[in-house]
């Protein structure tokens, strides 16, 4: 899709003014003594947009990020029938769209990484079909205000979004695609990673100074992303055992980075004690983004009495050098405290 200048200036023009207000510049800062890592403040990575505010993985979601201070905004990619890479957070949209009332006939059954899952597909759904749902929120706890309204953008309308918002700020926001269910879709004849890497090199962002991360829970396409590309790749994990000090060495053979669940950073008990993953990941030479940052109770550790910005400025102290929120804006409000 082309982004038109008309439906561009309706996402940018609050975006321009905070740039041109805040005079923002790209970041950079020396390295932490005796790590290699740079000590800079944490990039703010929009977790599949503004998501607390707008339905996830939606043009305008991303839009709202980067206007509310987002550095990188997050899509996740699976494929569509037809081989298009578009922004969900998985392959089954139920959850997340109007398919259920325009398509009822397709719902069906499947196996998905060893979970039996009922609902409707994106890899039955050709990208035209797709086009024609709009999404919806996934939680009943947030705001509904927006459902029905936003297209599913694919890959490439989130990259040309970024470039042109970038533009308009005058810095570039970054983009930090995530590979969903990358074995699955490889196994039925989708694969996620060559189509990236061909929209990453139309763009000119096959690049290690691109403001490009590419993300995975799964190892194995990472390892063979890094002798494929030079963008900046990101190991997600949520388990103990994945962040051992020598674990963290193996890691950064093939990553710049180590994607890690919050819980595993600070525990969510009041009294916990933050663990050494931070410090261990910094002497391996990995960068920490940690994930997800959401201020609701269902979410937010009890440690920080129900203040989302106390969670900020741990992480801060901590050491983090990214963070993924569903709310920009209360990052940003908590870096500037
Ligand atoms: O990618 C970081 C974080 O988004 C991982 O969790 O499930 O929200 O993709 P998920
Ligand atoms: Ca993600």
């Not at 899509?75 to 922004?87: M, R, Y």
């Not at 388990?239 to 669940?261: E, F, H, I, K, W």
């Amino acid at each position: 899709m082309r982004i038109s200048p008309v439906f561009l200036c309706r996402l940018l023009a609050p975006a321009v003014a905070m740039a041109c207000t805040t005079g923002s510049t790209m970041r950079t800062t020396p390295a932490v003594a005796g790590t290699g890592v740079a000590n800079t403040p944490p990039l703010i990575i929009a977790h599949r947009g503004a998501s607390g505010h707008r339905p996830e993985h939606t043009l305008e979601g991303y839009a709202l990020a980067v206007q509310m201070g987002a550095d990188y905004i997050e899509p996740d990619l699976v494929s569509t029938k037809d081989g298009q890479l578009i922004a969900r957070h998985e392959n089954e949209i139920g959850g997340t769209t109007d398919v259920a009332s325009k398509f009822p006939a397709r719902k069906t059954r499947k196996l998905v990484d060893g979970d039996t899952i009922a609902g409707w597909f994106t890899e039955d759904f050709t990208l035209a079909e797709l086009r024609t749902l709009r999404a919806t929120e996934r939680l009943p706890f947030r705001s509904h205000a927006y459902d029905g309204q936003f297209l599913i953008p694919t890959f490439d309308d989130v990259l040309a979004l970024a470039d042109s918002l970038g533009r308009a700020r005058g810095r570039a926001v970054g983009v930090y695609p995530e590979t969903k269910h990358p074995t699955y879709f490889r196994s039925i004849g989708l694969p996620i990673e060559e189509p990236m890497l061909r929209l990453l090199r139309s763009r000119g962002l096959d690049r290690a100074d691109a403001p490009v991360f590419i993300q995975s829970f799964e190892d194995g396409n990472l390892r063979t992303l890094a002798t494929q590309t030079r963008v900046r790749l990101v190991q997600l994990v949520s388990t103990a055992s994945q962040v051992t000090p020598a674990a963290l060495r193996d890691m950064a053979t093939y990553a710049y980075a180590v994607g890690a669940n919050t819980r595993l950073v600070v525990g969510s008990e009041v009294n916990a004690v933050p663990t050494t993953v931070i410090a261990d990941a910094h002497a391996a030479g990995l960068r920490v983004h940690v994930w997800t940052l959401r201020p609701e109770a269902v979410f937010l550790a009890k440690r920080y009495g129900g203040d989302p910005i106390a969670e900020v400025q741990e992480l801060v102290r901590l050491g983090a050098d990214g963070l993924f929120g569903d709310y920009p804006d209360q990052i940003a409000r908590g870096l500037r405290r």
